[in-house]
């Protein structure tokens, strides 16, 4: 084919995106120029990719997009999940188009190159999809030049010269260093977001910070919960200082055995008060690790907003948003533990809880932004568990 | 949860006939319905008028019934089989309707009859507007201002706090029947009276107006256990203010934030567990005001609907069949994805494409009916399509509808209009207002503007400016000479033709140049979840924009069956029937099929051709020359083309025989040249003549001149047309060389190209339609259908009788002769359609048609033989000595009658002509032929009679013809009253008949009389422009208020012996495969 991406540098074009392996996709750049090193995944949700690219759970990922039209609404300063965008950058199957939204505040290419992020379009994103469904999430180079010069020998040698999400503690990176209080709620079309108006007797929740989304936050205050927000390297003696009725673990990045070697010794103390706990995601995995479980990486991960649950208790489904490239070995729970759901994609565990105190924790995202909100019952749950 | 086990058989309630709003959707979701039932080992009973249904081929239900859907006839059915339990979701709001009156009148009860799928309670309180409102007010989401009318005093009242514009909606109709909406108090009081005669229950809802607020619609899917998935949201290009059904949508919302988005899938979740939708799909309505993001519900549908058949199509994910399931007790995690195969139904399809869908339309058959689009549903049919991205998707949207456009084309009669002429021209509701917004900005309004005039969201005329933007490229620079240019500009949609336009070069030209390039499609798949699974299922659509195929062509010997693309009338249910059973015939042996690998292409959302289930492969495409030459393309990459069928799907494939013979494609069964030959009219009278045939004497014009000369040789009247139609398009007859001029001056281009074919037109004779396979050699009549109507009617427009009720054997016996011997000089392999005219003992040829008919699926209902499946294995090579050919089943008679759109279009005259203007069609079946044809008017919505006043006025020659009838009703006790030529002629043959003016002759008169219901049943034939056009108020207003009408005085005669039949006995239903079964 005359235009194999793979051949020769395609005419025009001032993105691509390497592979390790040395694949290329080239297309448009869009964003800021530049290049950035990391995991390459997908995330499938149709809606909601601002959101997706300042969830600190990416930190370390390109995400490419699985529905071609990004940008369709802009970016507006509500539709964040933390203080940046943390995706090092997207890939793209069309180009981003001027928004259309009374919500917009810019157009999301002026988004990203506010940020420095790296947008590549016009690229095959079903193909890259499916490449990451048969062989895995693949270390790969974002890079943008708007007059079309790069240094392919050097991209690939910097994809293929990256160790890779393994291992590595991201979370430490993307937590705040302070400790601060939250009290906002979740968004009201019309109203925007609004401070909590809470008794000074509600419950006390401390958040651990691993690179918490806001939706989270927000959730716990709309549940009636006073909130704390401390770094990911907090100890448990700063923790308990700050008199929690409850520990919250956020979701994060990276390796959960990585950062687990800091938090999951704190975790093992908050856990031996008895007193509640409940985690998403990276929160769900390092609690896992704390009661003895394992957690394994998987092939392509779970990465939408249509993700099917099932609560074991009652059979009930619930459609969710996933973020995860690692997941809790069902079959190495501890005794004292139970699978409280699992997903109905690939039957990966996906909740669990103790028998013998109140702490549970999901690997989906309860919190949607972006995705359905089937799951807003968890949070109801643990704050009345605090009362 | 497991399925039930207190219910062992179910019976299955079908929507009917086809008509505006109700479509071959409800066949493609009641035959999943049943073949899913039946999967889990229920008894399915189903119960459908409408012969041309897949899901009422007799192999499918335990037992089928093809019977009016009444009240009354169902209930009989429930007597009769006694089912456990009712589904009544899968046939529109017919069978929701029917349902609900079984329910309210204790028969049900009475005969211990469980509602599954949608109850009772949920079915009213969804359809009830004001019950609908009150729930949407208990869960707190905001609804139009709105109050209940059930009188005019009433509405006024309600007007005063809704406020001008109104849109007025009436309770219990189906795509919005009788309502509109009324920008003043004049306009409104004419819509609430018409609404509230619409209105089964006398109820319409007056509703503040949210015109040009953003539209959509949300798919629903709901289990017992309370699990809620939204199947697909879609988005209406079209703002609030024209019928979703008439709207161009796409597939999914385009325009939303995610927390926009989630407030609309929490609203819908809410609305279906408030109205208590407990198991099955549903579809909510919102709309959007774009300047603040409020939301209000519109309204929900407590069942399968149109937009679930395009979410199930634009998805991948069988909300129908899925919802049949739950109905029986499953919950979602117990069903399987059968597109992954190991993902459970419970999750949300994701989509990585963009689906277009756009309406058809068909007001050039009704001259005279209003164009603007408004509540009241109008559009016949719908394309769609699927591209990476909008661009792609709309513009293979655009040349799927088949209306001629290659795509964004230049809209009619605008081409020299000022800017100002072409805003104005926006700010209309009509059907190509996206031609026009686009021809806008070819003329230099700026994008705002165009949004202001037509509330389209800016993000879609963003779109539009951009491919706008790229034409002009074409235009000023010519076509791309790289590669990659060349492919970006595909990638954008634009189709070789298009192309072709813009740089005035032939088609074949654009197509080589691409072709040298490299530049060619390749194909996706849809897969429900944005390629995170793989896809089991080869259900497929072409893109540019992308470089990895995934088509994956097996090594198996394939037949390719084309489609026949949007409904319209003239082509519709009837073809995709037969490209369903072309796939079934020829598919897996397991199936009972040839064992070849079927590949369907089509790009109808509504049909079952189009479930991926039908066919092994299956590719959602335009059915244009060079989409199908492209996928051919890429099958031939692996395996043995045995060929392609484009005999079955009516006049769309068949356009394409040359094209794709011109490729070195093999077509199979009957030649092109042969198809040709019988559509020639020059070849095809050389033909007749040689074989002995007769014909009615006629001719063919290329000009005016011409056509004066061939209708003054021939004698008036004659029977004008163009060549090369399906459905009669602008056929006309013609009494005078004035009358001839107005038709060649305004109804067709007649040219070189293009020439009009005339025929004496033979009057008062009686037309025959005769269905017939041939092998090459053998030949086997089918059916011989006699038409009530006399020839001059539009053949799919007729009532016909199978077999003849009134023809004598030896004419019959004639007619197979002539049939017998067409066909084998044809060389049909296949099937052939042939139309006589018998006029004082002699037959005449009037058309052959090498090909699939219209009545194919009624003979094979009729006859108890798969006569297209049977075709279809001969195409492929079998000869007709294997199959079972004789008819099954005697003692019974069946009857087709016509089922016609008028009242969806004031203005236009509700007469029949040779103008082919039906929708649909039902088959009433039973064991003589005054009942049959009772029963086919019961099931067409016509409902005779038992006693009244009957008004009669007919022209002269029809006057004996009508005596007999108009006896009939004296001695049953009708009261005759006529016009006063009519009255007179009546009265000297001894019948007594008050007369009454004509509406000529000064009030009170006939129109006042039918107006004030004094009127029961109305004769009323006419001839001649003038005459036609002074009777044309009674038919309006007959069509208007529901009073029978029969325009033709055979159809009268026929009626009569109807009532007669329905006087004498009671009507008694039985399944058709007892009639096949009886000797």
């Known amino acids: 084919m005359a235009d194999d991406p793979s051949a020769r540098q395609q005419s025009g074009a001032t993105g691509v995106v390497v592979l390790a392996d040395g694949t290329l996709f080239w297309g448009h750049g869009a964003g800021a120029e530049g290049d950035a090193v990391g995991e390459l995944c997908f995330n499938t949700a149709m809606t909601g990719y601002q959101e997706v690219m300042t969830d600190p759970s990416y930190a370390g990922q390109i995400i490419t997009f699985t529905f071609p039209h990004i940008g369709n609404v802009g970016a507006n300063a509500e539709d964040i999940e933390g203080v940046n965008p943390y995706a090092l950058g997207c890939v793209m199957a069309e180009p981003i188009t001027a928004p259309s939204s009374f919500r917009s505040d810019k157009p999301f290419d002026q988004w990203l190159a506010d940020w420095g992020r790296i947008g590549v379009t016009g690229v095959d994103t079903r193909a890259i999809t499916r490449r990451i469904r048969k062989l895995g999430a693949p270390n790969a180079v974002i890079a943008h030049n708007k007059d ?44 925007g977001y609004q401070p909590g108006d809470l008794p000074a007797d509600a419950p006390h929740v401390v958040a651990v910070d691993y690179g918490i989304k806001r939706a989270i936050l927000r959730q716990l205050v709309d549940a009636g919960a006073r909130v704390t927000v401390v770094p ?143 799951s807003y019952y968890l949070f109801r749950r643990f704050v009345e568990g605090l009362r | 949860m497991p399925k039930r086990t207190d219910i062992s058989s179910i019976l299955v309630i079908g929507a009917g006939p086809i008509i505006i709003g109700q479509a071959c959707e409800f066949d493609y979701s009641g035959t999943q319905a049943v073949k899913a039932l039946k999967g889990e080992g229920y008894r399915v009973i189903l119960v459908n008028s409408n012969p041309a249904t897949i899901m009422t081929d007799p192999e499918l239900a335990d037992a089928t019934y093809i019977e009016p859907i009444t009240p009354d006839v169902v209930a009989r059915i429930i007597e009769k089989e006694r089912p456990d339990a009712v589904l009544p979701t899968m046939g529109g709001q017919t069978a929701l309707n029917t349902a609900l009156a079984l329910a309210k009148d204790g028969t049900l009860d009475r005969l211990g009859v469980k509602l599954i799928g949608a109850d009772a309670h949920a079915i009213e309180k969804a359809e009830d507007r004001l019950k609908f409102r009150d729930a949407m007010d208990k869960i707190g989401l905001e609804s139009p201002r709105s109050g209940v009318a059930h009188t005019l005093e009433e509405a006024l009242r309600e007007l005063e706090h809704v406020g001008l514009p109104a849109i007025i909606r009436p309770s219990f109709t189906m795509g919005g029947t009788g309502g509109g909406i009324a920008y003043n108090r004049d306009e409104f009081i004419r819509i609430v009276l018409g609404g509230l005669e619409a209105s089964p229950t006398t109820e319409v809802l007056i509703e503040e107006s949210v015109l040009g607020w953003k539209e959509y619609e949300m798919e629903v899917v709901r289990d017992t256990a309370d699990n809620a998935i939204i199947i697909c949201s879609i988005e209406n290009i079209d703002p609030m203010g024209t019928h979703t059904g008439d709207s161009i949508a796409v597939a999914p919302a385009l325009t939303l934030t995610d927390k926009e988005y989630q407030i609309m899938r929490n609203a819908s979740i809410a609305v279906l567990r408030e109205i208590g939708v407990e198991t099955g799909g549903s579809n909510v309505q919102f709309a959007v005001n774009p300047a603040d993001g409020r939301l209000v519900v519109i309204e929900m549908n407590p069942r399968v609907s149109r937009s679930s058949a395009l979410a199930s199509k634009a998805t991948g994910f069988p909300i129908a069949k899925v919802a049949a399931l739950l109905a029986v007790g499953y919950t979602l995690d117990e069903i399987r994805n059968d597109i992954t195969g190991v993902t459970p139904a419970s999750f949300e399809p994701t989509i990585d494409y963009v689906v277009t869908k756009i309406p058809r339309f068909a007001f050039e058959k009704f001259k005279g009916a209003d164009t603007t689009l408004g509540t009241s549903m109008k559009s016949v049919g719908e394309v769609m399509a699927i591209g990476r991205n909008i661009h792609e998707s709309l513009q293979k949207a655009l040349r799927g509808l088949e209306t001629g456009l290659t795509g964004l084309d230049e809209p009619e009669g605008l081409a020299n209009a000022s800017k100002g002429e072409i805003l104005a021209a926006l700010g209309k509701r009509v059907p190509d207002r996206l031609l026009i917004a686009a021809h806008a900005l070819r003329v230099g309004i700026v994008p705002s503007e165009v949004c202001r005039v037509s509330h389209y969201d800016p993000w879609f005329v963003e779109r539009l400016a951009e491919l706008i933007a790229a034409e002009q490229q074409v235009r000023d620079n010519g076509l791309p000479t790289d590669a990659q240019g060349f492919r970006a500009l595909k990638a954008m949609g634009f189709s070789d033709a298009r192309l072709a336009k813009l740089t005035d070069i032939p088609e074949a030209n654009v197509r080589a140049k691409r072709h040298k390039l490299g530049v060619r499609p390749v194909m996706k798949r849809i897969d429900t979840c944005g390629a995170e699974f793989e896809a089991l299922t080869p259900y497929m659509y072409s893109t540019y924009g992308g470089t990895e195929c995934e088509a994956e062509p097996s090594d198996r010997t394939k037949v390719v069956i084309l489609g026949g693309g949007p409904n319209r009338i003239g082509q519709g249910i009837e073809f995709d029937y037969c490209c369903c059973h072309a796939a079934f015939a020829l598919g897996p042996v397991e199936k009972g099929g040839a064992g070849f690998e079927t590949v369907m292409v089509n790009c109808n959302p509504e049909t079952v051709s189009t479930d991926y289930d039908t066919s092994d492969r299956l590719y959602f495409e335009p059915l244009t020359a060079e989409d199908v030459l492209e996928l051919l393309h890429i099958e031939q990459k692996n395996g043995n083309l045995l060929g392609v069928i484009v005999q079955f799907g009516g006049q769309t494939p068949l356009k394409l025989a040359r094209p794709l013979e011109a490729a070195g494609i093999p077509i199979l069964g009957t030649s092109p040249d042969a198809i040709d030959l019988a559509e020639d009219r020059e070849r095809f009278a050389a033909l007749v003549e040689r074989l002995g045939l007769k014909q009615p004497a006629g001719g063919i014009a290329r000009s005016r001149d011409e056509a004066v000369a061939v209708a003054e040789r021939i004698g008036y009247p004659v029977l004008m047309r163009p060549s090369y139609v399906l459905g009669g398009r602008a056929m006309e007859i013609v009494e005078t060389t004035a009358n001839l001029e107005t038709y060649i001056e305004t109804a067709v281009k007649v040219s070189g190209d293009s020439p009009v074919l005339i025929d004496r037109y033979l009057r008062d004779a009686i037309e025959v339609d005769v269905d017939a396979l041939c092998d090459g050699d053998t030949v086997h009549v089918a059916g011989v259908m006699q038409h009530i109507e006399e020839a001059g009617v539009h053949s799919g427009d007729s009532a016909c009788s199978l077999p003849p009720y009134s023809l004598p054997d030896t004419i019959v016996a004639e ?21 006589f005219a018998v006029k004082d003992g002699e037959v005449y040829l009037i058309e052959v048609n090498p090909r699939a008919s219209r009545t194919v699926p009624f003979v094979a209902k009729a006859q108890g033989r798969p006569y297209a499946k049977i075709a279809s294995r001969i195409m492929a090579g079998e000869k007709l000595a294997s199959f079972e050919l004789e008819p099954r089943g005697k003692g019974h008679i069946s009857v087709k009658e016509a089922v016609f759109p008028f009242a969806r279009f004031p203005g236009s005259d509700p007469v029949l002509s040779p103008e082919m203007k039906s929708t649909g069609e039902v088959m009433g079946i039973d064991s003589d032929f005054a009942m049959a044809f009772a029963k086919s008017q019961l099931g067409a919505g016509t409902v005779l009679p038992m006693e009244g006043r009957v008004f009669i006025s007919v022209k002269d020659s029809d006057k004996p013809l009508i005596l007999d009838a108009a006896r009939g009703l004296e001695a049953m006790g009708f009261e005759l009253v006529a016009t006063r030529g009519t009255a007179k002629w009546l009265g000297e043959q001894g019948v007594a008949v008050e007369t009454i003016n004509k509406v000529l002759e000064g009030q009170p008169h006939i129109v006042d009389a039918v107006t004030d219901g004094r009127i029961a049943l109305v004769f009323n034939t006419t001839e001649g422009v003038q005459s036609l056009k002074d009777s044309e108020t009674i038919r309006t207003v007959a069509w208007a208020r529901k009073v029978p009408i029969f325009t033709t005085a055979a159809a009268s005669v026929a009626s009569v012996k109807a009532i007669a039949a329905l006087k004498a006995r009671a009507i008694e239903v039985k399944p058709l495969q007892a009639h096949h079964a009886c000797s």
């Open chain 1, 148 to 191: 079309g010069l790069f240094d392919i020998d050097a991209l690939v040698a910097k994809a293929a010269g990256w160790s890779g999400l393994e291992g590595l503690d991201l979370a430490k990176e993307v937590s705040s260093t302070q400790t601060w209080v939250w009290d906002e709620c979740p968004w009201k079309l019309g109203e």
């Open chain 1, 232 to 374: 990911a390297i907090a100890s448990f003696d700063e923790i308990m200082a700050l008199n929690p009725d409850g520990l919250f673990l956020s979701n994060g990045p990276g390796d959960p055995a990585a950062t687990g070697v800091y938090a999951v010794p704190t975790i093992q103390k908050w856990l031996a008060t008895k007193k509640p706990l409940f985690g998403i995601c990276l929160g769900h995995q390092l609690l896992g690790i704390a009661i003895g479980a394992k957690t394994v990486k998987m092939h392509q991960g779970h990465r939408g907003a249509n993700h099917p649950v099932k609560q074991l208790s009652d059979g009930k489904v619930e459609i969710t948003s996933m973020n995860h490239g690692f997941t809790v070995d069902a079959d190495t729970l501890p005794a004292n533990a139970r699978a409280t759901h699992i997903s109905l994609f690939d039957q990966t565990l996906c909740g669990l809880e103790l028998t013998d105190q109140m702490a549970f924790s999901v690997q989906h995202h309860p919190e949607a932004s972006p995705g359905p909100q089937d």
């Open chain 2, 815 to 835: 007619i197979k002769r002539q049939a017998d011997v067409l066909a084998r000089a044809l060389s049909v392999r296949g099937l052939m359609n042939v139309q």
